[in-house]
């Protein structure tokens, strides 16, 4: 495990080191256990099987003072991991008991890991929500319509109704009327659950790259502001250069006419 480039690279461990994460042995359990969590699990579990019930046929006897058979054995094992413990084969010595203990710990952990990683492969990911989130919409989608048809058409019935003079009181406008109700209740409620579906399919890898684009978007409309701005400086130079010429234009101007004027005198 040690021979792992997760522990053998310095730059893996430099990093870790700048982050204050210590790259030792627990992590890479963490880090094997995220990246196989299937494989590390039951590996972990046959070995601790295979060891255990090694262990528990040494320092467990039968009745009759000789050591328990290895299907005994592994069927005590068994009852002991898994904390069920029937109770027809028990450690008859200290040292039985003690691996019993420990085997029982044991069971107890890998059970609270066999949740972790069955929890891990029964969330669905970012696409399959995706898909189901897509299908649900158009299902939705559908019966929106449906609804929408339906209030249409309780409402043209009610208004037919009343250009008929039918009392507001009878079955038959009590019945339109409530259907109507129903129809703009399960409307609402589809709206509300497509906004939801809305809301399930933005997670958090999501927010992170819209505030990445935003960032980018941000820092590239910033050096076109710095661009900008360099360019008109360089406007509002060229501008004070051409008025200066102009004035200096203007004013030999003046001097040429006052010298035509004292000349024509």
Request: net charge positive; proline share 1%.
């Amino acid at each position: 495990m040690f021979h792992s480039p997760l522990f053998r690279n310095t730059s893996s461990r430099s990093v870790g080191y700048l982050n204050k994460v210590s790259i030792d042995y627990f992590f890479l359990i963490k880090a094997y256990l995220q990246q196989w969590p299937t494989r590390c699990l039951t590996i972990f579990c046959i070995t601790v099987f295979l060891i255990g019930s090694w262990s528990l046929r040494a320092c467990s006897y039968s009745s009759t003072d000789e050591h328990l058979t290895m299907q005994n054995a592994m069927w005590l094992f068994v009852i002991t991991f898994t904390t069920v413990g029937y109770g027809d084969f028990t450690p008859s010595t200290y040292c039985g008991r003690t691996i019993a203990a420990m085997i029982a710990l044991v069971g107890v952990l890998s059970t609270a890991l066999l949740i972790s990683v069955l929890a891990q492969k029964l969330v669905m990911d970012r696409w399959e929500k995706y898909v189901h989130n897509f299908v649900l919409d158009i299902e939705l989608s559908k019966n929106r319509k449906i609804q929408a048809a339906n209030v249409i058409k309780f409402v043209l019935k009610r208004w037919c109704m009343k250009k008929r003079n039918i009392s507001t009181k009878s079955m038959q406008y009590l019945q339109v009327e409530r259907q109507l109700n129903h129809s703009i209740t399960l409307l609402h409620k589809i709206k509300r659950q497509q906004g939801q579906l809305v809301d399930k399919c933005v997670d958090q890898i999501d927010l992170i790259a819209i505030q990445r684009q935003t960032s980018t978007q941000t820092h590239d409309a910033t050096q076109q502001i710095k661009i900008m701005k360099v360019k008109m400086d360089k406007m509002d130079e060229k501008l004070a250069k051409m008025n200066a010429n102009i004035n200096n234009t203007m004013s030999d101007v003046k001097k040429i006419l006052t010298m035509l004027n004292k000349i024509s005198k």
